[in-house]
């Protein structure tokens, strides 16, 4: 059998040796990238005339004067003021692996060398499918053997939602917990329980919430969602087609469920026909397992998953009982044949680099935290209290959860040379969405100290 075109290309070695020689050159430089620095001061007023050019051109603000040069290494970017922080954000989860990984920079020039197009629903290629295979194999059931790629986490909920609205039909109405945030597209928007999202958007589609899980009362909270859930149910019969579970929630303010809350809820749903469907867009990769449904042992009930962030291109994972009708769901394009090959590298490094597990790098760096944030707690029990969260999801609450003051904090910390961001409201939470495939102890430790320092100036 004749070799492809893309197979000479990827095999030689000329190409693969310069592109060696690009790769190391890259990391050299890229290394200058290695602490926190403070902007130039003959970059500050060309650099504040583009954050306010850039705000006018999107019609708002930004919520920081950000702005990255496109360098940066491992849990630091580098901003067009040339100044350095650490980035705990990581554009709100994506960058899992922090800035120029050495094996997402050599997956993505890899695939330079081939055409560069965007993969899509007319034009799919070869890691498309491999990709496909990966997230199907990491979800290590049988029960999820289908995987649709999709160009962002809201369009990959969107497709979820639509197989279990067809599968369901003529039921329309939607399940969801309280405090969650689902997306910003028409239809996650009257989803989310944050009634600002959707001023002025007309509703069209009707949904009824259900408590969430309270960790001080455990069984309580679950009596309590289960009773709202059957008397939705009741009320409404045969019209729910879905329910969205958000077992982790991020955007609501790092709220943790637990096994039996979610089975008991699910189970309920099982029996009304109420699809199951589980939102990791920012779980995914997150606990210690690949994914969230795996950490409270729910593999059995979930219909339908679907990721984003951390996989660079996002997905939704369905079992055979949803499989769509032709038309239902398509894509102009899922993502550049770059992202895919550098998600197919993250997927790999994750998987294989021992970072799941209770004893895994995840796990390791969350303890961290953990310690860090319980040691300024009990010398400052009124500054911050916590730790909340799971592996890579960090947060506590600081400041009484006063959002203004949450918010004031979080300028102060990125002024002092870290990125955060906040989640929730009553309380209000700092978030923390570490990026674990470059942060490393001595981080956190110089990390923690800048909060605890943050903190006292902003009392």
Same mark, same amino acid.
């Given at each position: 059998?004749?070799?492809?075109?893309?197979?000479?290309?990827?095999?030689?070695?000329?190409?693969?040796?310069?592109?060696?020689?690009?790769?190391?050159?890259?990391?050299?430089?890229? %290394?200058?990238?290695?602490?926190?620095?403070?902007?130039?001061?003959?970059?500050?007023?060309?650099?504040?005339?583009?954050?306010?050019?850039?705000?006018?051109?999107?019609?708002?603000?930004?919520?920081?004067?950000?702005?990255?040069?496109?360098?940066?290494?491992?849990?630091?970017?580098?901003?067009?003021?040339?100044?350095?922080?650490?980035?705990?954000?990581?554009?709100?989860?994506?960058?899992?692996?922090?800035?120029?990984?050495?094996?997402?920079?050599?997956?993505?020039?890899?695939?330079?060398?081939?055409?560069?197009?965007?993969?899509?629903?007319?034009?799919?290629?070869?890691?498309?499918?491999?990709?496909?295979?990966?997230?199907?194999?990491?979800?290590?059931?049988?029960?999820?053997?289908?995987?649709?790629?999709?160009?962002?986490?809201?369009?990959?909920?969107?497709?979820?939602?639509?197989?279990?609205?067809?599968?369901?039909?003529?039921?329309?109405?939607?399940?969801?917990?309280?405090?969650?945030?689902?997306?910003?597209?028409?239809?996650?928007?009257?989803?989310?329980?944050?009634?600002?999202?959707?001023?002025?958007?007309?509703?069209?589609?009707?949904?009824?919430?259900?408590?969430?899980?309270?960790?001080?009362?455990?069984?309580?909270?679950?009596?309590?969602?289960?009773?709202?859930?059957?008397?939705?149910?009741?009320?409404?019969?045969?019209?729910?087609?879905?329910?969205?579970?958000?077992?982790?929630?991020?955007?609501?303010?790092?709220?943790?469920?637990?096994?039996?809350?979610?089975?008991?809820?699910?189970?309920?749903?099982?029996?009304?026909?109420?699809?199951?469907?589980?939102?990791?867009?920012?779980?995914?990769?997150?606990?210690?397992?690949?994914?969230?449904?795996?950490?409270?042992?729910?593999?059995?009930?979930?219909?339908?998953?679907?990721?984003?962030?951390?996989?660079?291109?996002?997905?939704?994972?369905?079992?055979?009982?949803?499989?769509?009708r032709p038309g239902l769901i398509?894509?102009?394009?899922?993502?550049?044949?770059?992202?895919?090959?550098?998600?197919?590298?993250?997927?790999?490094?994750?998987?294989?680099?021992?970072?799941?597990?209770?004893?895994?790098?995840?796990?390791?760096?969350?303890?961290?935290?953990?310690?860090?944030?319980?040691?300024?707690?009990?010398?400052h029990p009124e500054l911050l209290?916590?730790?909340?969260?799971?592996?890579?999801?960090?947060?506590?609450?600081?400041?009484?959860?006063?959002?203004?003051?949450?918010?004031?904090?979080?300028?102060?910390?990125?002024?002092?040379?870290?990125?955060?961001?906040?989640? %929730?409201?009553?309380?209000?939470?700092?978030?923390?969405?570490?990026?674990?495939?470059?942060?490393?102890?001595?981080?956190?430790?110089?990390?923690?100290?800048?909060?605890?320092?943050?903190?006292?100036?902003?009392?």
């Open positions: 059998m004749n070799q492809t075109t893309s197979e000479k290309i990827l095999a030689d070695s000329a190409l693969s040796d310069a592109l060696d020689q690009v790769l190391a050159r890259q990391l050299v430089l890229q %290394g200058e990238i290695n602490a926190i620095r403070p902007a130039e001061d003959d970059r500050k007023q060309g650099y504040s005339d583009a954050i306010a050019k850039f705000s006018e051109i999107r019609g708002g603000g930004l919520f920081f004067p950000y702005l990255a040069t496109g360098a940066g290494n491992g849990p630091f970017v580098e901003l067009a003021d040339g100044s350095v922080k650490y980035d705990l954000t990581c554009g709100i989860g994506v960058h899992i692996m922090g800035h120029g990984h050495p094996t997402v920079l050599k997956a993505s020039l890899r695939a330079g060398l081939e055409d560069v197009t965007m993969q899509g629903n007319l034009q799919q290629s070869l890691p498309s499918m491999e990709l496909c295979k990966k997230l199907v194999s990491m979800a290590d059931t049988d029960h999820l053997p289908h995987c649709f790629l999709s160009s962002s986490g809201v369009m990959a909920g969107e497709n979820a939602l639509k197989m279990a609205m067809q599968k369901n039909a003529p039921a329309s109405r939607v399940l969801a917990f309280e405090r969650c945030f689902a997306g910003r597209s028409l239809a996650f928007s009257q989803i989310n329980d944050k009634p600002a999202f959707r001023d002025g958007l007309p509703e069209i589609l009707n949904v009824d919430y259900v408590p969430f899980y309270d960790v001080n009362d455990p069984e309580g909270s679950t009596t309590k969602a289960a009773s709202v859930l059957k008397e939705h149910l009741t009320r409404h019969p045969k019209q729910y087609a879905a329910m969205l579970f958000e077992l982790i929630q991020g955007e609501g303010g790092f709220h943790m469920g637990c096994e039996n809350f979610h089975r008991t809820l699910m189970e309920i749903c099982k029996e009304h026909g109420v699809a199951v469907l589980v939102d990791e867009v920012q779980t995914f990769c997150r606990t210690h397992h690949a994914f969230a449904f795996q950490e409270f042992n729910l593999t059995d009930l979930v219909d339908i998953v679907w990721v984003g962030k951390a996989a660079q291109v996002c997905a939704t994972l369905f079992s055979e009982e949803f499989v769509p398509a894509q102009t394009y899922t993502s550049s044949s770059a992202t895919i090959a550098s998600s197919i590298a993250i997927l790999d490094e994750l998987t294989n680099g021992k970072y799941f597990g209770t004893n895994g790098k995840t796990a390791q760096l969350h303890n961290q935290f953990v310690a860090g944030f319980q040691a300024i707690s009990n010398r209290t916590g730790p909340f969260g799971i592996g890579a999801m960090t947060g506590c609450t600081v400041h009484g959860g006063d959002q203004a003051k949450t918010v004031a904090l979080i300028h102060h910390l990125y002024e002092n040379g870290v990125i955060a961001f906040l989640a %929730g409201a009553n309380p209000t939470r700092l978030r923390f969405l570490v990026p674990i495939g470059a942060l490393e102890p001595e981080h956190i430790n110089e990390i923690l100290e800048i909060l605890e320092a943050s903190l006292l100036e902003t009392a």
